[in-house]
């Protein structure tokens, strides 16, 4: 018995010196947004749980993008897991510089995985990122302001709708602009909401042969149709205005209505920061009236393992822990149901304590309404909804969303912003073998 | 009545100068000021001034999250040690450059400057490739040589006007009474240009203190200094700008705090042989 009970404590000594040896510390390069800030205050649960420690950098997204890829395309091993999104993923994945994400346990079920998000993750059915949020596009709007203008909001309006609702809510004496959106240069500010705006009016950035699009008429309609509503019922500077902005002119009651991410639907609905909390109600992004494409986007934050770290194995176990269920249940414990990750589980959505969260099932629709493999109404040989997913478009679209911006501004006419995106568009595409 | 216009003009002068100093000094303390603001009242509208509930809360968030001391502690080795360095190497080239001047100083002063010229960012890959190499990233040594090489022109151009105000007699008599060069350097030159040196050394300070493009470019968890410190709080999707304010109100404190100190020798460096 004596003999057996030293053998036993022996096995433990060396099970407990094995997994101390093992404990590592990873560097995980992130963003400054609200969930990600929450993922940081929760990492003792996986130190406890794992024995490994976290190092956190944490970025504006733009310097992120821009450091992440600096490191990830010289094997710098700066990181051992980077924050990407939907558009570097597949790319990345195809050159070999993320670890496939091929081997999660049973217990992670990689098959709750919203569909969408795991495919726009993907590259040949091989998942490189697991998703830790995810989002979509849809409206917010003001229900007292709709209401006081004898209008109804239909569950999916048309471009048509909202024109006219953005007029009759508009009371310029009160400050109050009838709809706020997004005009600021930028590929991932203004450049994703004009793009889905034109997708919903029947344009596509490129052909089949991959040949620039924006002098077919559906651009100039889209475009048109943007910057006279915006002329009607938006607010002064629109042309500069990205996210941030027009979150600020919503939450201080300034917008009837907002078409923008579905994670700001959190915020407005805080009380805490918003002064119309309790008056938003939600509904699908609109489309042309005869057009069936939607103007919602398709958008996920997500965790992907740089090919060459040596720290694989703990990276990965970072990972089923960040994007687990149990993650989920254990942001819910500390911090409340609607300040849990949304979009990426399917379970988050079947479950009954969520669903009494106002913009839930808004959010679900929108995202499940997002097609990033068919995103137009004519075909394309690109996918993603919002952005083209080619290395060339990040560079191609900021230029293309400069001139857009400067049209918004009166600095140049439609006409001439077309023809500007048109032939920079060319030159960009030719020049990069297309 | 002479003496009326000289007070009215100098009334005048000290108003636009003040006008202007805080026109200057506004941005500062606007982020100040938002850095003891709610985040709701932080974008209020009309802005709030003075009139709001002053609270320390962003304060607290930003101790609470982020580890100030080691940002800190990095921003001053690496701003520290590269203006050090550069200061060791850059007075014996402005000394050469101003006293034994060569048929090409000129150029090579201008050479130096334009590579001042280039954007960062088309160096950005050789540098970090060699970085990978040298194992120098993410470490206070190569951030230290990096930012020592990027202002080095700027350190050498401004020893060299100093030093150039300076009487070759001196240097000469100096030599005539058996100073070596090095002593001549050490004991005769250095002394008579502290003013410069000094200002220089401060400029020096804030230019690396403030550098944000290869602070951010070639550091991660371990080495990254204030830049990245405040770079952590923002953000494009969600309006955390009390909190911005906090970190930035935190991050430019201990230069604030010097470049107040030390204000006289700044100017009377920076404007050393101006009026001559």
Redesign the interface.
């Known amino acids: 018995m004596k003999y057996f009970i030293r053998t036993l404590l022996g096995a433990t000594a060396v099970c407990a010196l094995a997994s101390t040896a093992l404990a590592e510390t990873i560097t995980i390069a992130t963003v400054n947004n609200g969930d990600m800030i929450r993922m940081q205050g929760l990492t003792d649960d996986f130190t406890a749980k794992t024995g490994h420690e976290v190092e956190w950098v944490t970025l504006e997204e733009n310097v992120l993008r821009q450091r992440v890829t600096t490191d990830i395309t010289t094997k710098g091993g700066a990181f051992d897991i980077m924050t990407i999104g939907m558009y570097e993923t597949p790319i990345w994945g195809a050159n070999g510089w993320l670890v496939p994400l091929d081997d999660l346990s049973a217990e992670y079920d990689v098959d709750d995985l919203l569909p969408a998000m795991r495919a726009g993750l993907s590259k040949d059915g091989t998942l490189y990122a697991a998703p830790f949020y995810g989002e979509s596009s849809m409206i917010m709007y003001r229900k007292d302001l709709m209401e006081k203008a004898g209008l109804e909001m239909p569950d999916a309006p048309t471009w048509q709708f909202i024109r006219e609702a953005a007029k009759a809510m508009t009371d310029r004496d009160n400050d109050i602009n009838g709809i706020c959106l997004r005009g600021k240069a930028g590929w991932g500010e203004g450049g994703a909401f004009i793009t889905v705006t034109a997708n919903s009016f029947g344009a596509r950035w490129f052909d089949e042969n991959w040949k620039a699009q924006f002098d077919q008429p559906e651009w100039a309609d889209a475009l048109n149709f943007y910057i006279d509503m915006m002329e009607e019922s938006g607010p002064a500077g629109y042309a500069t205005n990205g996210f941030n902005e027009n979150l600020s002119l919503f939450q201080q009651g300034k917008c009837g209505m907002w078409i923008d991410a579905t994670v700001a639907a959190s915020f407005v609905t805080n009380p805490n920061d918003s002064t119309v909390a309790d008056k938003v109600g939600f509904a699908l992004a609109p489309n042309s009236e005869g057009v069936e494409k939607k103007s919602n986007w398709l958008w996920a934050w997500a965790l992907g393992i740089p090919a060459g770290t040596q720290k694989e194995a703990a990276a990965k176990e970072f990972i089923e822990w960040a994007t687990s269920k149990d993650y989920i249940e254990l942001v819910a414990e500390k911090e409340g149901w609607a300040n849990v990750p949304p979009g990426a589980r399917t379970s988050l959505y079947e479950n009954p304590n969520y669903k009494d969260i106002p913009f839930a099932k808004m959010t679900l629709d929108s995202i499940l309404a997002a097609d990033p493999n068919n995103p137009t109404v004519k075909p394309v040989p690109y996918v993603g909804i919002q952005f083209v997913a080619i290395p060339e478009f990040a560079g191609i679209a900021t230029e293309v969303s400069q001139e857009f911006s400067a049209a918004y501004a009166g600095q140049q006419t439609v006409e001439e912003a077309l023809a500007k995106a048109q032939a920079l568009t060319t030159d960009a595409m030719e020049a990069a073998g297309y | 009545m002479a003496r009326a216009v000289t007070t009215q003009r100098k009334s005048i002068n000290t108003l636009v100068a003040w006008v202007i100093a805080l026109l200057i000094f506004f941005p500062i303390l606007w982020t100040i000021l938002t850095s003891f603001k709610t ?2 009242q932080a ?3 009309p802005p709030l001034f003075l009139f709001f509930d002053w609270t320390l809360e962003n304060y607290a968030v930003v101790q609470e ?1 982020s580890d100030y001391m080691k940002f800190l502690w990095n921003s001053v080795i690496i701003a520290g040690g590269s203006t050090i360095l550069g200061t060791i190497i850059a007075i014996p080239a402005a000394w050469s450059m101003a006293f034994v001047p060569s048929k090409r100083t000129k150029d090579i002063l201008l050479w130096m400057l334009s590579t001042k010229m280039l954007p960062a960012v088309g160096v ?2 050789p540098i ?2 060699l ?2 190499q040298l194992g120098l ?2 470490t206070r040594v190569g951030l230290v040589i990096v930012l020592m090489l990027i202002n080095l022109p700027i350190i050498v151009w401004m020893l060299y006007t100093y030093f150039k105000e300076i009487p070759g007699e001196i240097l000469e008599a100096a030599r005539m009474d058996g100073a070596s060069l090095r002593d001549e350097i050490l004991y005769v030159l250095t002394p008579m240009a502290i003013p410069g040196i000094a200002s220089t050394i401060l400029l020096n300070l804030i230019l690396a203190w403030n550098e944000a493009f290869w602070t ?2 070639l550091t ?2 371990n080495a ?1 200094p204030l830049t ?1 410190f405040i ?10 700008f009390a909190k911005l304010s906090a970190a930035s109100t935190m991050a430019i404190a201990p230069i604030l705090i010097l470049g107040w100190f030390s204000q006289k020798q700044l100017v009377r460096g920076l404007t050393f042989g101006a009026v001559k």
């Open positions: 985040e709701a974008i209020n509208d999250r950005l890959y970090y490739l970085f990978i990233l993410d951010l470019n991660a968890a990254a990245a770079a952590s709080y923002s953000s494009p999707e969600g309006l955390f």
